[in-house]
């Protein structure tokens, strides 16, 4: 019979794209919004906000973005989000992998402590998706001080990072 040495040492492993809450991920640029792609004149924004359908956005994750040389104005982010509030789960500043990285934050914060308590954790490496360098940054915060060792990597291969 084949003894699985990982399974009786105890190890828990966290697979970050695991964390990543179901949903439709979005981006929107602002440059779309401007005249020509450089004036974000705020009537014109005004009216193209309403005439849009933002229920599209429903339960979606959405990351608002300027890709334009054009100068936004900090009211305009208050407008779109104000018109995605009733139907986005999240609105953030920044591109997808921007909100990729706000989405692994809440869930993360919201991981339950208690199950990690003395626990050996490994935080998997490779992955099918690339995770942004934050999330590894806020689980080592959130986890160092319930957990007994924090890693990184495979069971068979890996970087300690803490130790109590």
Known sequence: MIENKVEKSGLITIDLVDL??????????????????????E?????????????VYKEGFVAVTNSSEGIVPLWAYMLISSALQPFAALVIRGNKAHLKGAL???????????????KRIIIKGCGKEIIPESAYITITQILQPVVKSLMFGEACSTVPVFKK
Request: aromatic share 12%; no cysteine.
């Open 43 to 55: 009537k014109d924004f005004r009216e193209q906000l309403k005439k849009k359908d933002w229920s």
């Open 104 to 118: 692994l934050r809440r869930s993360i914060e919201s991981l339950p402590l208690k199950e990690y308590q003395d």
């Open 20 to 41: 990543i809450p179901s949903g439709q991920q979005y981006v929107i640029d602002l440059k779309d919004f401007m005249f020509e792609g450089l004036i974000l004149r």
